[in-house]
């Protein structure tokens, strides 16, 4: 944290964010810290409401910890920052992970994978859950869907063409 007091005092809030975001990952991955990150992440959020990284970490924590509802939370207001593309798909599907695993709410859960999938169509875990609940209730013409996708997006010519096997099945 002193590259960031460091950067604070150069009046640098940008770089002060980049090292306490870089001295949280450092404490929560390489030391086992997730305590000494949590209060570096909080003074992030605290000089810096809408930092959609910070809370995404955040939030990982609170996964780790089992702490489902400060998840959910965190996570749903990093996603009200309204990121985009990939970084949103993500969140998204955190979300539904979260509600399908730990709270039991697969409705919700489905919601959540297919806005990750309105970021990302190609967001392969969201593309795998959406299927799954698709292929439960029946919704075959929703699998071939995402199997076009899939075979599509495939660069591998094997993988392509088990994929497309699979679509002529359905």
């Known amino acids: 944290t002193r590259r960031a007091d460091h950067a604070a005092r150069a009046g640098d809030g940008a770089g002060e964010i980049a090292a ?9 991955e390489r030391l086992s810290s997730p305590d000494s ?5 909080e003074r992030i959020i605290e ?16 996964e780790r910890g089992g702490q489902w509802d400060k998840c959910v939370a965190t996570l749903e207001r990093a996603v009200a920052l309204a990121p985009s593309g990939a970084a949103a798909a993500e969140l998204n599907f955190r979300l539904g992970r ?13 919601a959540f994978y297919e806005q990750a999938l309105g970021f990302d169509p190609d967001h392969t875990e969201a593309q795998a ?5 698709a292929r439960e209730r029946g919704d075959f013409a929703r699998v071939a869907q995402l199997l076009e996708r899939q075979a599509q997006a495939q660069v591998d010519p094997a993988a392509q063409l088990q994929t497309l096997l699979e679509l002529a099945r359905i």
């Open 20 to 28: 306490l975001l870089e001295a949280a990952r450092i404490w929560d």
């Open 37 to 41: 990150a949590l209060e570096i992440l």
């Open 47 to 62: 000089r810096d409401p809408r930092n959609v990284g910070a809370l995404s970490s955040l939030a990982r924590i609170y």
């Open 98 to 110: 979260v509600q399908a695993a730990e709270l039991g709410d697969a409705a919700r859960a489905l």
């Open 129 to 133: 859950a959406v299927m799954a609940a």
